[in-house]
């Protein structure tokens, strides 16, 4: 099942009816995932490692407290500063405080006024328990500097469910990141955050890891969440038995609009993908400059040629075809520009639309009101700045392209590390698969022709968008194990999809 996203408001109710309806206490909660904590860390570092933690005065220092007893009672070495300048710890921070404090042997410090920081070299760990998702604002004075020393250092930090300073749905501005922990390694308790999935959180958060400490399955799958994160099951789940007795007419028939004078490279990528994908049947429209290479490069497809001898400049008859895929390699000339809206008015399939006809929509607004039904836009970040309008941060830009989606009535893939789709009704699916490799021109173009053969077998449009992310990465990923990623190019994207699709179900 995909991994759920929640806020942190409904985290908090998690962890409420866990309580109330698995006969646990709320301490009891805490000591199973420091439990859970303190077995992760000492399956990565060993006990010649010295461990220094750092506490906060609410359930997050609590969690710390607890794992800093467990690490010393696996005769880890341990040192632990309790920062309680208020003297308001929480009842669970101020219980695990009593249990550490009962210790044989604690080195321990509560810090009310004035903090004197040890000396820490790389072989150190630090644990960053200062604050979790419940904290409200930006640290500022004490706190701040503690975490500015915390970053200063060269120890490597594992921080307890978030970094310290991170909110879990918001990002971070980079104003306020020298107020936010830069862990190493983060464990999550139970779920991922939003926040983990932004890019300027990379160095943040670090890498991250899931942590089950048995909160209820029951709450999980009967609350409602924008935002869910695909898994491998999600994908194989969702892809169509091919019967023994189709044919090429029960896989459909698309239409790939793509590539102008030098660019027959747009083309190729897609419809090779495409045909790598199930489609039945594909047709690539493309001026007559790029036959021969077409030709000889996919010999599978049929070429149907432009009358313009150099770019897309006449519509297609859609009669016939289940999707249409366009935009990779068009240009935006002025007679692209018209054919393309020509193009797009007068079809009445899904359309997955990507490259230079993002770049000419953004600049036809109105004409994202008459896109057909169920189409998807695959842009990458500086193409949907062009719709959206630049942002402060990646959760900024989430809600404005919801805004765009549920305006327009239209899907948006958002291409990059865990692209997202983003359907009209605001629901958010992130994408796990895929490398920095992929970051290398054509990779979209691939991409644009998975989606493309997915639309024309009926996929509905969400489906497609999510298996096709997912198998683009995937295909990608595979890739990386052959190659590397600085060796990595779109055409060993394509190369690989057949063994991705194998891995979802060897049909």
């Not at 990002?171 to 779920?191: K, P």
């Amino acid at each position: 099942m995909a991994i759920k996203i929640f806020p942190c408001s409904s985290v908090r109710k998690l962890d409420a009816y866990t309580i109330e309806h698995d006969n646990i206490s709320s301490i009891e909660l805490m000591e199973r995932a420091a439990r859970k904590i303190t077995e992760t860390i000492t399956k990565r570092w060993s006990q010649d490692v010295p461990i220094v933690v750092f506490a906060g005065p609410g359930d997050n220092g609590g969690d710390a407290l607890a794992v800093a007893r467990l690490l010393m009672q696996q005769e880890y070495k341990v040192e632990t500063f309790l920062f309680n300048t208020k003297q308001n710890l929480s009842l669970n921070c101020r219980t695990n405080k009593d249990l550490l404090a009962a210790v044989d042997g604690v080195i321990f410090t509560e810090v009310n006024t004035t903090f004197t920081p040890p000396k820490l070299t790389d072989d150190y760990l630090i644990i960053d328990g200062l604050f979790g998702t419940g904290l409200k604002g930006t640290l500022n004075g004490g706190f701040a500097a503690v975490v500015q020393y915390i970053n200063g250092t060269s120890a490597t930090v594992v921080s307890i469910d978030v970094p310290s300073g991170l909110t879990g749905e918001e990002t971070s501005l980079h104003s306020m990141q020298n107020h936010i922990i830069h862990a190493d390694f983060t464990y999550s308790m139970q779920l991922p955050k939003l926040s983990f999935l932004f890019p300027e959180n990379e160095e943040i958060v670090g890498e991250w890891e899931l942590l089950d400490i048995g909160l209820s399955p029951k709450f999980i799958e009967e609350m409602e969440t924008d935002y869910v994160l695909i898994e491998e099951e999600d994908v194989r789940r969702s892809i169509k038995l091919r019967k023994k007795f189709a044919h090429k007419g029960d896989f459909g028939h698309g239409l790939l609009v793509a590539g102008a004078y030098g660019m027959a490279g747009a083309s190729i990528l897609p419809a090779r993908a495409c045909l790598r994908s199930g489609i039945g049947k594909l047709t690539v429209h493309t001026p007559i400059c790029n036959n021969d290479i077409l030709q000889i490069s996919i010999p599978e497809a049929i070429i149907e040629h432009d009358a313009d001898a150099c770019c897309f400049s006449e519509i297609s008859d859609m009669d016939g075809y289940q999707a249409l895929g366009i935009g990779p390699g068009l240009g935006t000339s002025k007679g692209t520009e018209e054919a393309l809206l020509n193009q797009l008015k007068n079809c009445q399939v899904p359309a997955v639309i990507d490259a230079d006809a993002l770049t000419l929509l953004a600049a036809n607004r109105e004409a994202l009101k008459s896109l057909p039904s169920n189409s998807i836009l695959t842009p990458h970040l500086k193409e949907l700045e062009r719709l959206i309008g630049k942002c402060n941060s990646s959760y900024e830009r989430l809600v404005k392209t919801c805004e765009l989606t549920q305006t327009f009535g239209i899907y948006i893939l958002l291409k990059g590390a865990y692209s997202v789709l983003i359907t009209p009704q605001g629901k958010c699916f992130f994408n796990p698969t895929g490398n920095t490799g992929m970051a290398t021109a054509g990779s979209g173009d691939v991409l644009t022709g998975i989606i493309l053969a997915l639309l024309a077998q009926e996929y509905s449009t969400e489906k497609a968008g999510i298996i096709g992310a997912y198998i683009h990465g995937l295909a990608g990923d595979i890739a990386r194990e052959k190659y590397g990623m600085i060796s990595l190019t779109a055409g060993d994207i394509v190369h690989f999809l057949h063994e991705a699709w194998k891995r979802m179900g060897n049909q």
